[in-house]
């Protein structure tokens, strides 16, 4: 839930930069939708682990420091390019999205009750990240180019967060039905997605097909991965951007505290 929800902050945060600068107006009007999507989705996910963990959300934010956060890596910098947005926007969220779907009917029931509406809202999303991801395809030698690079750049630290296919605290989840499928056919059912939308458009993202399925190419070293932080080295967010998202700068404005 923490790993989500680091996640789904950094996305917001990327989504919002982007509302000014996109190749059109309705992807300004795109962006800023999915961005306010992402931080309510966070916030969610913030005030399950404060209610049923006791974690507080301004802990979580303001205390922990850059190496604690599990968020999905390729997100640590600044999206440069229209090409690194929509990267994110289909093989990230589109991650987040699968991930998300293994938590409906869920037996947590504080998540359960509101897993739903975040499907839903995520498959505007999707819609958006296929859309973009067809056109910059199609549109001519640069701009398929540039995605190729893009796509590459945001699958492979997405797999890693996804982490293994067997992990024995997932196999935990899904024992007790807070997963309701296994984590293997989760990280699978993402795989043939995205594998099935990169083949139709004729884009190489480092996958291939094996026995009817998609898989990473190049095998995927896990021996250094930790579950806490879902990386497989010690890299972490970019202090400004962490900077940006942290309230701590204007406390001093912080309504109903006084001094």
Not at 10 to 35: D, K, Q, R, V
Not at 82 to 98: E, I, K, R
């Amino acid at each position: 839930m923490l790993a989500t929800a680091d996640t789904k902050l950094f996305l917001g945060f990327h989504y919002g930069e982007w509302t000014f600068g996109t190749p059109a107006l309705e992807a300004c009007i795109a962006a800023c939708s999915m961005s306010q999507d992402e931080f309510g989705h966070w916030r969610l996910l913030h005030a399950c682990l404060n209610t049923q963990f006791g974690d507080s959300p301004e802990a979580l934010i303001e205390k922990r420091a850059l190496e604690e956060f599990a968020n999905v890596p390729c997100l640590d910098r600044p999206l440069v390019k229209w090409a690194d947005f929509v990267a994110v926007n289909l093989f990230t969220d589109g991650a987040l999205t699968v991930i998300l779907t293994g938590l409906q009917r869920s037996a947590f029931e504080p998540v359960a009750n509101f897993i739903d509406k975040m499907v839903e809202e995520e498959k505007h999303h999707l819609r958006n990240a296929q859309g973009w991801f067809r056109t910059l395809a199609t549109y001519n030698s640069q701009t398929k180019a540039a995605l190729e690079e893009a796509s590459r750049w945001a699958l492979s630290p997405t797999l890693e967060w996804l982490g293994p296919p067997e992990h024995a605290t997932l196999k935990t989840l899904e024992q007790y039905g807070i997963l309701n499928s296994s984590w293997e056919s989760l990280r699978q059912r993402f795989l043939d997605w995205v594998g099935a939308i990169a083949q139709e458009q004729k884009i190489a993202v480092g996958l291939e097909q094996r026995n009817g399925h998609w898989a990473p190419a190049l095998p995927l070293d896990f021996s250094q991965w930790t579950p806490a932080r879902r990386r497989c080295t010690a890299t972490h967010p970019d202090e400004k951007i962490l900077y940006h998202l942290r309230g701590s700068k204007n406390a001093i404005f912080k309504l109903g505290e006084h001094n």
